[in-house]
């Protein structure tokens, strides 16, 4: 694959899943805007991640039988529209409205990761998919310190108007510059979704989809919550200091793009397993919240390297499994990690409205805990490793 198709597709990632995250940093100034309660804020990231839910089950299938290409431009484009909706929104049940369109539509990543998968030699899928992936984990994070810089400047709207643009114009370029990618043998609807639907039956993809559930509730455990103690007292920062933590965490992402190096070397599962060690560490200094920043700091950096570390190691080991169906395959993996970070994203503004910052922290550790012991008792024998699907390959 070349350089710049990686390229390409990280930045897609990246402005798709910034669509679906953005508003975590500004979700007082939102809710206070629109009429939204306190406890209740988090909804806005929750509308936006059902809305994921439901293209995961309903859209991602579909590039199984398509040309994903133009699946990719056309969910960008659609992105846009519902990004454009949200800036607009007179009231909450517009913006709720628009975070749900973009949500759904902005499984274009899965998409892409899955195009990824279905071009890259079996010697290089790990590395191009820590290398795409990365893009995620860039919008995820880089997201928030761009948001929180312009909500300052300009309001929490501008930020939706930006990522509108952005999403515009990246329809454009996929259609000029990305390679055609005509199924040859198109499936139709109903068996794709047939198939879809039995890959919950798959030992391999239940036990990693389960640890995606725990991991990424986890994750949004504390990217939706982390906002409102850090804008109380006694620290009483700004939108755009409060998104500066997000360098903190894409510093720890990114350290963990190696992951996917190490999944073609045949350690997928023991760097999933070291991974969520480190996850239910980092839960320890981000409990410090109420009296260290520097602390806090350390577990921002340490929990999004064991969440990227065991997300590539999740798909690399998922599409090395069930390669025939890329499409398919990451996008059913996707609708634990959409559960995951609703769940998560829902649960942390109430439990800090009741609890103060030991709620959500009490709850973070625990789902990485769930994790971890999903990993351990999920069975060894469930895991297909690169080299079992080779030996079955050629035995065939």
């Given at each position: 694959?070349?350089?710049?198709?990686?390229?390409?597709?990280?930045?897609?990632?990246?402005?798709?899943?910034?669509?679906?995250?953005?508003?975590?940093?500004?979700?007082a100034?939102?809710?206070?805007?629109?009429?939204?309660?306190?406890?209740?804020?988090g909804?806005?990231?929750?509308?936006?991640?059902?809305?994921?839910?439901?293209?995961?089950?309903?859209l991602v299938?579909?590039?199984d039988?398509?040309d994903?290409r133009?699946?990719?431009?056309?969910?960008?484009?659609?992105?846009?529209?519902?990004?454009?909706?949200?800036?607009?929104?007179?009231?909450?049940?517009?913006?709720?409205?628009?975070l749900?369109?973009?949500?759904v539509?902005?499984?274009?990543?899965?998409?892409?990761?899955?195009?990824?998968?279905?071009?890259?030699?079996?010697?290089?899928?790990g590395?191009?998919?820590?290398?795409?992936?990365?893009?995620?984990?860039?919008?995820?994070?880089?997201?928030?310190?761009?948001?929180?810089?312009?909500?300052?400047?300009?309001?929490?709207?501008?930020?939706y108007?930006?990522?509108?643009v952005?999403?515009?114009?990246?329809?454009?370029?996929?259609?000029?510059?990305?390679?055609?990618?005509?199924?040859?043998?198109a499936?139709?609807?109903?068996?794709?979704?047939?198939s879809?639907?039995?890959?919950?039956?798959?030992?391999?993809?239940?036990?990693?989809?389960?640890?995606?559930?725990?991991?990424?509730?986890?994750?949004?455990?504390?990217?939706?919550?982390?906002?409102?103690?850090?804008?109380?007292?006694?620290?009483?920062?700004?939108?755009?200091?409060?998104?500066?933590?997000?360098?903190?965490?894409?510093?720890?992402?990114?350290?963990?793009?190696?992951?996917?190096?190490?999944?073609?070397?045949?350690?997928?599962?023991?760097?999933?397993?070291?991974a969520?060690?480190?996850?239910?560490v980092?839960?320890?200094?981000?409990?410090?919240?109420?009296?260290?920043?520097p602390?806090?700091?350390?577990?921002?950096?340490?929990?999004?390297?064991?969440?990227?570390?065991?997300?590539?190691?999740?798909?690399?080991?998922?599409?090395?499994?069930?390669?025939?169906?890329?499409s398919?395959?990451?996008?059913?993996?996707?609708?634990?990690?959409?559960?995951?970070?609703?769940?998560g994203?829902?649960?942390?503004?109430?439990?800090f409205?009741?609890?103060?910052?030991?709620g959500?922290?009490?709850?973070?550790?625990?789902?990485?805990?769930?994790?971890?012991?999903?990993?351990?008792?999920?069975?060894?024998?469930?895991?297909?490793t690169?080299?079992?699907?080779?030996?079955?390959k050629?035995l065939?």
């Amino acid at each position: 694959m070349l350089w710049r198709t990686r390229l390409l597709l990280a930045v897609v990632c990246g402005v798709a899943v910034a669509s679906v995250y953005a508003g975590q940093p500004v979700l007082a100034p939102m809710g206070r805007d629109l009429g939204v309660s306190v406890g209740s804020v988090g909804w806005f990231v929750a509308a936006g991640q059902l809305g994921y839910l439901a293209g995961l089950a309903l859209l991602v299938p579909l590039g199984d039988m398509l040309d994903r290409r133009r699946l990719i431009a056309g969910h960008l484009a659609l992105v846009a529209v519902g990004m454009a909706i949200t800036a607009a929104a007179p009231g909450a049940w517009a913006a709720f409205a628009g975070l749900a369109v973009a949500g759904v539509f902005a499984v274009v990543v899965q998409t892409a990761v899955a195009y990824t998968a279905s071009v890259s030699p079996s010697a290089e899928r790990g590395r191009n998919l820590g290398i795409v992936t990365s893009g995620v984990v860039i919008g995820i994070l880089g997201a928030r310190v761009v948001a929180g810089v312009l909500a300052d400047v300009w309001g929490w709207r501008s930020i939706y108007v930006v990522l509108a643009v952005l999403a515009g114009l990246l329809a454009l370029l996929t259609l000029a510059l990305l390679p055609a990618d005509v199924r040859p043998d198109a499936a139709r609807y109903g068996q794709v979704l047939r198939s879809f639907g039995g890959l919950f039956a798959q030992p391999v993809f239940l036990s990693r989809g389960l640890i995606a559930f725990f991991l990424f509730a986890s994750f949004g455990t504390l990217w939706s919550g982390m906002a409102l103690p850090l804008a109380g007292a006694p620290w009483h920062l700004s939108e755009a200091q409060i998104g500066l933590f997000g360098v903190a965490g894409l510093a720890g992402a990114l350290g963990a793009a190696r992951s996917g190096r190490w999944g073609d070397a045949g350690y997928a599962r023991r760097v999933t397993g070291a991974a969520l060690v480190l996850l239910i560490v980092s839960w320890v200094a981000i409990g410090q919240l109420s009296w260290s920043l520097p602390l806090l700091v350390v577990g921002v950096i340490v929990l999004d390297f064991a969440v990227q570390a065991v997300h590539v190691s999740n798909q690399h080991t998922l599409t090395t499994a069930y390669a025939d169906r890329t499409s398919s395959t990451v996008g059913g993996y996707m609708v634990f990690y959409s559960l995951g970070s609703a769940a998560g994203a829902a649960a942390t503004t109430g439990l800090f409205g009741a609890f103060g910052w030991t709620g959500p922290t009490v709850l973070g550790a625990a789902l990485a805990l769930g994790a971890l012991v999903t990993w351990a008792f999920g069975g060894r024998a469930a895991e297909v490793t690169r080299e079992n699907v080779e030996a079955r390959k050629v035995l065939t």
